[in-house]
């Protein structure tokens, strides 16, 4: 089986992206599966069974961290991919933090921006641009060259190592090779344990673990504070 992991800022085009990548994959023979992993709520598991995918799921982290809730299920998650003997499995990620990564070390990184953020989104995104394989840039239907051609820059600047691919999600432009793409360079999952690629957060806070007094003597664990200017 063969992994993916797919992060993104929130509204970036993620879902609409991997539900016309799938399709493609599906279409060409193999098993695929996909499973949304999100904060509040969502439908996206209802989208992709509309568009004919059969191997999907979907899980809410509600009060949880949706980082650590997804790095948490990963190894059962898995376990659900390797059970229906699927070819491909996609993890989509909430995308909330741009301190975390979700990308997981032997699996094939995805990182979805989206034009409409401007030319410094990339400098904001953080780990799961860097650590990524691919960068898939959506909306750029609704900018000018110039503006493809510096966001692209941009994202390859902080991840030189990545390829970008201008894709549409809405219309599925660009899906087609963004799966060629996928089928060549995602290898099956390496028999080890699984392991991220970029660590969590150091430690927790006290608002971590419930608290909502503010002020610095309710502070415990993990702290760090503004240094402001005189």
Same mark, same amino acid.
């Given at each position: 089986m063969r992994l993916v992991t797919v992060a993104g800022p929130p509204t970036c085009g993620?879902?609409?992206?991997?539900?016309?990548?799938?399709?493609?994959?599906?279409?060409?023979?193999?098993?695929?599966g996909v499973i949304k992993l999100d904060c509040l709520t969502t439908n996206d598991a209802e989208r992709?069974?509309?568009?004919?995918?059969?191997?999907?799921?979907?899980?809410?982290?509600? %009060?949880?961290?949706?980082d650590?809730?997804?790095a948490g299920n990963v190894p059962r998650l898995l376990a659900w991919?390797?059970?229906?003997?699927?070819?491909?499995?996609?993890?989509?990620?909430?995308?909330?933090?741009?301190?975390?990564?979700?990308?997981?070390k032997g699996a094939l990184a995805i990182c979805v921006l989206d034009h409409l953020g401007g030319v410094q989104l990339p400098a904001k995104v953080g780990p799961m641009l860097r650590s990524a394989d691919l960068v898939v840039a959506?909306?750029?239907?609704?900018? %000018?060259?110039?503006?493809?051609?510096?966001?692209?820059l941009e994202a390859n600047h902080h991840a030189p190592k990545a390829r970008v691919l201008s894709v549409q999600g809405r219309t599925g432009q660009g899906t087609l090779e963004l799966a060629r793409k996928?089928?060549?360079?995602?290898?099956?999952?390496?028999?080890?344990?699984?392991?991220l690629r970029? %660590?969590?957060? %150091?430690?927790?806070?006290?608002?971590c673990l419930g608290e909502t007094?503010?002020?610095?003597e309710r502070q415990i664990g993990n702290l760090k504070l503004l240094e402001l200017p005189a």
């Open positions: 993620k879902t609409s992206v991997l539900r016309n990548v799938a399709c493609h994959l599906q279409t060409d023979g193999h098993e695929v992709y069974r509309q568009a004919g995918l059969v191997h999907v799921a979907q899980g809410l982290s509600g %009060s949880l961290c949706p650590h809730f997804f991919g390797k059970q229906r003997q699927l070819d491909f499995l996609f993890l989509e990620s909430a995308g909330l933090c741009n301190r975390c990564s979700p990308h997981v959506t909306r750029g239907d609704l900018v %000018s060259q110039a503006e493809r051609e510096v966001f692209a996928i089928e060549r360079m995602a290898s099956p999952l390496p028999p080890e344990e699984p392991r970029f %660590s969590m957060p %150091s430690a927790v806070c006290s608002y007094r503010l002020g610095d």
